[in-house]
């Protein structure tokens, strides 16, 4: 059965850091697509994230791109997403969801990330 | 990045057929069949029901059914239940921003 669990989320100032972490099990890591989403409270889905199998290949959404950054270990079955200089803006329950064909087939439940002072 | 555009509620009685519209352009929706469709219920985990336009993934009720015609995408949940009451979203790919959602539409069973 497919898995999908985040971890890393919580509280931080404007203008911190965090790094989340999606751990996967139950399917071949290595081989798939990987995605962070998110859902800003009371908005709908934003995609924020993209990164192949071999992380070969990265796409950003223009609201995050050149302060978050997307990984992945293959070794370790686990996507991560480095958040610097966070903003109001970008409190949201972050989610992890495996890729098929640019579209998101598991999805993980989910992680709170604050941005507040 | 605009989203692409659903309408923000729909509603029907159990049994009931309704369609659920997804609005795009040229760049998205109208040049790819890269469009999905997402059940969202509080609490949960979102939910792929529908991608490539048309498929359905195992597991997935035939009760729900995907199309498109030029620009817009529909999502169709036909006999309808109440525990079919949701969010649903779009999403498609498209070519400058790779991926972009539809702001989601609420289904009310009533």
């Known amino acids: 059965e497919v898995e999908l669990v985040e971890s890393g989320g919580g509280l931080v100032q404007p203008g911190g850091s965090l790094r989340l972490s999606c751990a996967a099990s139950?399917?071949?890591?290595?081989?798939?697509?990987m995605n962070w989403v998110r859902q800003a409270p009371g908005k709908g889905l934003e995609w924020v994230s993209y990164?192949?199998?071999?992380?070969?290949?990265?796409y950003y959404a223009d609201s995050v791109k050149g302060r978050f950054t997307i990984s992945r270990d293959n070794a370790k079955n686990s996507l991560y997403l480095q958040m610097n200089s966070l903003r109001d803006e970008d409190t949201a329950v972050y989610y992890c969801?495996?890729?098929?064909?640019?579209?998101?087939?598991?999805w993980g439940q989910g992680n709170l990330v604050t941005v507040s002072s | 990045q605009s989203a692409l555009t659903q309408p923000a509620s729909v509603s029907g009685s159990p049994g009931q057929s309704i369609t659920i519209s997804c609005t795009g352009t040229?760049?998205?929706?109208?040049?790819?069949?890269?469009v999905s469709w997402y059940q969202h219920q509080p609490g949960k985990a979102p939910k792929l029901l529908i991608y490539?336009?048309?498929n359905r993934p195992s597991g997935v009720s035939n009760r729900f059914s995907g199309s498109k015609s030029g620009n817009t995408a529909s999502l169709t949940i036909s006999g309808l239940q109440a525990e079919d009451e949701a969010d649903y979203y779009c999403?498609?790919?498209?070519?400058?921003?790779?991926?972009?959602f539809g702001g989601g539409t609420k289904l009310t069973v009533l």
């Open positions: 969801a495996r890729g098929v064909q640019w579209g998101f087939d598991h």
């Open positions: 139950g399917f071949t890591f290595n081989i798939y697509s």
């Open positions: 990164i192949t199998g071999s992380s070969s290949t990265i």
């Open positions: 040229s760049s998205d929706v109208g040049s790819y069949n890269y």
């Open positions: 490539e336009v048309t």
């Open positions: 999403t498609s790919y498209r070519s400058s921003n790779i991926l972009v």
